[in-house]
């Protein structure tokens, strides 16, 4: 971040010019770089260059949706206006509660925080950046150690970041690894694949896998409910039925085995035809890929193949991996 604003100053130097703010992203963002340059960092809800587009806009959404949403009373529900644009909206307990971007206070978020905390009247520290550490709760600290201010992260104020008006809820809430939006008087949990229920506490079914497939089959679904993508030269419902009758038939369908387990096969025995994993080649798919010397070999010389992957280490390195600096 500090290299992005030399850098930015530098344009500054060369170029000349006022720096930008806030109108040149049409109040919906905030702007680093010069009113001829300026580089938009949208608020939530808007995109663009500029952050003119608002995905809340009714104009913006599709028309088909909008007829088969369900209506929903404005009452019941809040968004960014109700926070001078300049937040989040929540709805809780029948009032909006909002969680302003940062640089903006208040209870709608109208006020902008620009005041500096002097902590060194005689101007020790001016030539020290202050760093997150000034700011409590992962607040972004915008001036020296002298004079600064913190730019609180939603959910938290106050001078240094450090009050919590509307705790929000922490991921503990939620089982699983379930990740929680929202605050502590209105969690929401946003559950990983085979999770449900309001905390993640619900097993889901699982998915279905290739054993739920005959002949290699490809299985789409869950265990009570799937649907199998036949190779070709199968059908039914489990690809259990060949298509193959006769002196043909009696060849066999082609397996894994066929392309030396490194690819799909399709067609006989006879006359397969090999679809190659990432990174194998030939008609057999029999051509492993060679090694990565940064994966394998830390960086080091690599020979032989990604199975079987020979490592030549510079002076000074050893192991097998090259993974022992001697000194």
């Known amino acids: 971040m500090f290299k992005l604003y030399l850098i930015i100053a530098f344009i500054g130097f060369v170029f ?9 992203c049409n109040d919906h963002g905030n702007c680093i770089g010069l009113e001829a340059f300026p580089i938009c960092f949208c608020d939530i809800n808007y995109i663009g260059i500029r952050c003119e587009i608002n995905l809340l806009n009714k104009d913006f959404l599709s028309t088909d949706v909008a007829m088969d949403a369900p209506a929903v009373s404005s009452s019941a529900v809040c968004t960014a206006l109700d926070c001078s644009n300049q937040g989040t909206c929540l709805k809780i307990a029948g009032n909006n ?3 302003c971007h940062a640089g903006f206070v208040g209870a709608d978020c ?12 005689n101007g020790a520290g001016a030539t020290i950046l202050c760093t997150a550490s000034d700011c409590s ?7 020296t150690k002298a004079a600064f201010s913190c ?4 959910g938290f104020t106050g001078t240094r970041c450090e009050k919590t008006p509307y705790p929000l809820c922490q991921n503990s809430y939620c089982s699983n690894n379930g990740i929680c939006f929202g605050t502590t008087e209105a969690p929401f949990c946003a559950c990983n694949l085979l999770y449900s229920g309001k905390t993640c506490d619900k097993v889901a079914e699982n998915l279905c896998d290739m054993s739920d497939c005959s002949n290699s089959g490809l299985c789409t679904g869950t265990k009570s409910k799937y649907s199998c993508l036949c190779a070709p030269g199968y059908s039914g419902a489990r690809c259990e ?17 066929t392309c030396n387990g490194n690819g799909l096969c399709f067609g006989t025995k006879l006359f397969p035809t090999c679809i190659c994993n990432l990174g ?15 994966l394998q070999c830390n960086g080091q010389i690599c020979l032989g193949t990604f199975k079987n992957p020979i490592c030549a280490c510079s002076i000074g390195f050893t192991g097998t991996h090259c993974e022992n600096k001697l000194f």
């Open 110 to 121: 109208k006020e902008k925080f620009t005041s500096l905390l002097n902590t060194d009247p």
């Open 280 to 294: 194998y080649l030939g008609l057999r798919c029999e051509i492993e890929p060679l090694c990565n010397s940064l």
């Open 241 to 257: 039925t060949p298509l193959l009758a006769g002196p043909l038939g009696d060849l066999g369908f082609c397996d894994l085995k």
């Open 16 to 24: 000349g010019g006022d720096f930008c703010d806030r109108s040149d």
């Open 97 to 99: 509660v909002c969680l």
């Open 151 to 154: 730019m609180c992260k939603i």
């Open 137 to 143: 709760n992962n607040g972004i600290c915008v001036g």
